[in-house]
């Protein structure tokens, strides 16, 4: 049982949610809790989104994995409404391109950057600024291991390791030790809450424009510091230095209905 891919997580709310309030339930109610001797990793997430038999949304507007108590906010925050669902059921993904955080059972640190936690693991869901009146559901699927198997399915993660962008010829060092793969090490794995630098963590965001984009301007940043979105979970710009980097696989974009006027949206 501890090789399969099963449900680590599954919370389904039902009633009435308020507008921009949190539903906040405990790992116990989400059937999130592990044995002493388990460990845990999250490959991907599912989100059925409110909406009625017409098909008519409602705005669940953000879903947060909580790992062993602490918000993974900062690398993973996913949009819970229909039109803009992040991590829809499984069985309705066109083509399999299913998003996962990295990639189960591997050594590799740039592949290993599953969501790992030791303890237990829930979610917090968000309502938008209306009231929420339908059901919705959160499942979390990943892999159970007893801390006796770690070594054997992991044996050690690979460090140090490299990042390489060709298009700039640049590459950026991870210096860090090789680190054995056991119950105490866990969480200091890339995707666990206690990581040392530098860490590793995979990452998906979405932000919503707030204010009016009208062209005059100049091009829209998705930026919180300057109040263009409306928390900090949906801020899009990125002041890096030298050491920091963010490898960017994919970008969605949402345009404004049709016969919008989006011209054109990219990354500088």
Known sequence: EHYELRILADYTHTGLQVANTWARPSPRAVLGELERDERAEVVFAEIFPPADAAGVEELLRKVIPVLDGQRFSEYVSLSGILSSNMVPPRNSVWGGRLYSFGTPHNSNPLLSTTLKYSEHITVECLAGNAA???????????????ESELPTVFGTMVFPA???????????????????????????????????????NPFIRFAYNLLETDGIQGDYQFRYDTGRVSDSDENLYFDFDDLDALVVESIGVRPDGFGGNLANTGLL
């Open 162 to 200: 490299s990042v390489t962008e060709r298009t700039r010829a640049r590459t950026l060092m991870l210096p860090k030790s090789p680190i054995p793969v056991n119950g105490n090490t866990w969480k200091t794995l890339p995707g666990g809450k206690d990581q040392r630098i530098p860490k590793i």
């Open 132 to 146: 929420i009146n339908q059901d919705y559901r959160v499942r979390l699927w990943g892999y159970v291991y007893q």
